[in-house]
């Protein structure tokens, strides 16, 4: 097997209460592994801990318990072989689109013109070159989630983490921009955490998919997606095993038996 | 198509605009006549307009207004220049913040004209009281404006940045201080016409110069005219002020997508 790139090593995270002062477990004894150039799908109900993993990878906030490490290093704080992607684009709106590609890049103080090479041929690549001197607010929501990825590459992550990366735009839009993403990360050899609520989504981008639990998130499951051309995600939903993936899946999360949760709750991951 | 339709629209509001402004400035110079309103009450136009000519030969208008249009000017940077700064400082301190909020309250209601007698007597018939009324008056909405902008930037965005490994200076310079600058010019807009109101208040109160003491001594004399000449400056050189603030506004947040009808109010 090749190298280890991301591991969670028993990680447990509480948060303290804001109704009492009891604390509250959101992920306990959590231990899994992502290998070079693998992707990983997470998926689980709402509120069990999947993004708070995600921020614990990146570094933003420490487990309370355990610890993740990425390149068999253990993490201490943000570091430069990790990237994140959210639901949100996070575009700045006084930038343009090639300035907000450079933007990860020029904060770890690369030479501008290097800072924008990179944007010009990441731009080529997800066929936005024309639109770099536009501003967000003129692109569609697909493309500024595509200008978001490029930003994500940008930086040249060993690591890509993605937090439900495409859930806010329309069923098409997210057909094309899963198949974008599938493409680049095969061409590029990156290794990918996907948290998704979206079980095709997982199914069709996946080599692996881990199911979590509901609050305290512990996993519960894992499938190894054994369907060919990972980076078609397209070819992939008309394989003959998707729905059964499928299928297993929602047995695993219970979903015919799930009752929906007030609004609201579990909202804070 | 929908240029075509916003273009005649704008062409008719300035239209009635015109309109509105030549009805105005006739009802101003025969509707006091024909209403019986005697001209020491409202005079009309034509003598507001002779006064005008008078105030710049006899009265030194063109240095009054001066002497005003520089206390705004002073009033109004050091104003925000001071706001801005104890805004970003509290938005970057909740400790600071929860600490001087009460005192900033205080402040905030307490008007802050009542303060132009005070300054007075500190600093004499000279123009820094009248500076200092603006710089107070200027702070706050400036302050307010910066503080909340500081603090409902994207918690996201802070993130995403410290992902990067982005400095505390970092995060300021390339999220937070870009972030606040929409509602920094709102303040500012605020501010600049509160500067006139500043300025006037500390001149009325006391001193020889400025727009303010030439209303005060119109008053004086029951000149009326020369009362609306003042007023007439005064809203001119609030207006400029004011317009300053847009053209630079349109410069640095050239990057917003066009506002809808009326854009510059």
């Known amino acids: 097997m090749s190298v280890v790139r991301l591991e969670y090593r028993n990680v447990t995270m509480r948060f303290a209460d804001s109704n009492d002062a009891g604390a509250l477990t959101a992920v306990r004894g959590v231990s899994f592994s992502v290998h070079d150039a693998e992707v990983v799908s997470l998926i689980g109900p709402t509120g069990c801990g999947k993004s708070t993993l995600l ?14 490490f990425v390149d068999g290093e253990r993490v201490a704080g943000p570091n430069a072989q990790v990237a994140f992607m959210l639901q949100k684009d996070l575009l700045l709106p006084w930038r343009t689109v090639a300035e907000n590609v450079t933007f990860g890049v020029e904060i770890q103080g690369l030479p501008l013109k290097e800072c924008k090479r990179r944007a010009a041929a990441l731009l080529a690549n997800f066929k936005l070159a024309e639109f770099s001197g536009h501003y967000p607010h003129q692109l569609s929501g697909g493309m500024r989630q595509r200008v978001a990825l490029a930003r994500t590459l940008a930086v040249d992550p060993h690591v890509l983490l993605l937090d439900e990366p495409f859930s806010a735009v329309d069923a098409q839009t997210r057909m094309v921009l899963q198949r974008d993403l599938a493409q680049t990360l095969k061409q590029a050899n990156k290794t990918a955490l996907l948290i998704t609520h979206d079980l095709a989504e997982a199914v069709t981008l996946s080599d692996r998919v881990l199911v979590m639990s509901r609050r305290p998130g512990t996993i519960i499951d894992e499938i190894r997606i054994e369907m060919p051309q990972r980076d078609n995600p397209i070819a992939r939903r008309r394989d003959a095993k998707f729905n059964d993936y499928v299928a297993h899946l929602m047995d695993r999360l219970d979903i015919a038996h799930v009752a929906l949760e007030r609004e609201g709750e579990g909202a804070a991951w | 198509m929908v240029n075509d339709t916003r273009a005649a629209l704008v062409r008719r509001g300035a239209i009635a605009s015109i309109f509105l402004l030549v009805a105005f400035l006739a009802a101003w110079q025969w509707g006091p006549g024909l209403l019986g309103v005697p001209s020491f009450i409202v005079p009309p136009l034509s003598s507001v307009a002779t006064e005008f000519v008078r105030a710049w030969q006899v009265y030194h208008l063109p240095l009054h207004t001066g002497v005003t249009a520089a206390e705004v000017l002073a009033g109004f940077m050091l104003g925000s220049l001071l706001g801005a700064m104890v805004g970003y400082l509290l938005g970057m301190s909740p400790t600071a913040e929860l600490a001087l909020s009460p005192y900033i309250l205080a402040l905030q209601i307490a008007p802050k004209v009542a303060f132009a007698p005070l300054f007075i007597l500190w600093m004499g018939f000279t123009v820094y009281p009248k500076i200092l009324v603006a710089i107070l008056i200027v702070f706050f909405p400036v302050m307010v404006n910066v503080l ?23 995060i300021f310079w390339r999220i937070e201080f870009p972030s606040s600058m929409p509602p920094m010019f709102a303040g500012l807009r605020i501010g600049s016409t509160l500067a006139v109101v500043g300025v006037v208040v500390g001149e009325l109160v006391g001193g020889n110069l400025g727009l303010g003491y030439l209303l005060t001594f119109g008053e004086g004399q029951a000149n009326t005219p020369l009362v609306f000449v003042s007023i007439v400056m005064l809203t001119l050189v609030g207006g400029i002020a004011y317009l300053i603030v847009i053209l630079i506004e349109r410069r640095v947040l050239h990057y917003l997508p066009a506002r809808g009808v009326g854009r510059n109010i």
């Not at chain 2, 409902?152 to 990067?164: E, K, Q, S």
Request: aromatic share 2%.
């Open chain 1, 55 to 68: 921020n614990i990878g990146s570094g933003l906030t420490p487990p309370s318990e355990g610890s993740a």
């Open chain 2, 148 to 170: 909340t902008a500081v603090r409902n930037v994207d918690p996201d965005l802070i993130n995403l940045a410290r992902a990067f490994k982005a400095s505390r200076a970092q």
